[in-house]
């Protein structure tokens, strides 16, 4: 579950290595870190990293491969209220 906003920018790019998509965390507000190339598997751990702690400002992530439409999903944060608790949550 994340804590603040996450942008995933899908960009086609005909000239990328059809084995390895570019997986760019942009410059994080929050933790200060500059931008960061990592690989696709590791993007799930960086992000629970990086959303730890509850904020408005939005973590950029790009990723470049060829095959792939040029799209952006937005994560929003899932918060629970202080009444509902975790096994009342629906799952999707």
Do not use: W
């Not at 995933?8 to 997986?23: L, R, V």
Request: proline letters at 5%.
């Amino acid at each position: 579950m994340t804590r603040r906003p996450v942008y995933y920018q899908f960009i086609n790019n005909a000239s990328a290595s059809a084995s390895a998509p570019k997986c760019v965390i942009q410059l994080d507000a929050v933790t200060k870190e500059r931008n960061l190339e990592i690989s696709i598997k590791n993007i799930g751990k960086e992000v629970a990293r990086r959303c730890s702690k509850v904020t408005a400002e939005p973590l950029y992530i790009t990723i470049k491969a060829p095959n792939t439409l040029n799209m952006t999903f937005i994560d929003t944060p899932g918060l629970l209220t202080k009444t509902e608790d975790v096994d009342t949550r629906v799952s999707i």
